[in-house]
Nanobody, 124 residues
Framework: QVQLVESGGGLVQAGGSLRLSCTAS????????KGWFRQAPGKERELVAT????????EYADSVKGRFTISRDNAKNTVYLQMNSLTPADTAVYYC?????????????????WGPGAPVTVSS
């Protein structure tokens, strides 16, 4: 089993920045690709960004390209999501996910482990 815990969420004004962190514990060797998803009230969970184990490949949702950056520090078992130029449309609960697969993955169902989520609220 792999346990994931997100941190860094909160309230920020439009145009501001936040950095989310997700630290893994447990059988961390069994997780490869990591991803960040978000779910706003009344909407489906959607991919924000995903990154392979080496960091060589990343993929972003069109809505966050150029504003968000995903990165990871494998020595710390931590993946990050730097979010800049935030808008109220970015308000959601952000979830960290880990997969045992080694390619970029955009589908929530192909992730094996999930964190409890970190709320992010962007005020106008």
């Amino acid at each position: 089993q792999v346990q994931l815990v997100e941190s860094g969420g909160g309230l920020v004004q439009a145009g501001g920045s936040l950095r989310l962190s997700c630290t893994a514990s447990g059988r961390t060797f069994s997780s490869n690709t990591k991803g960040w998803f978000r779910q706003a009230p009344g909407k489906e969970r959607e991919l924000v960004a995903t990154i392979t184990y080496s960091g060589a490949r990343t993929e972003y949702a069109d809505s966050v390209k150029g504003r968000f950056t995903i990165s990871r520090d494998n020595a710390k078992n931590t993946v990050y999501l730097q979010m800049n130029s935030l808008t109220p449309a970015d308000t959601a609960v952000y979830y960290c996910a880990a997969s045992t697969r080694s390619m970029v993955i955009s589908t929530p169902g192909r992730y094996d482990y999930w964190g409890p989520g970190a709320p992010v609220t962007v005020s106008s």
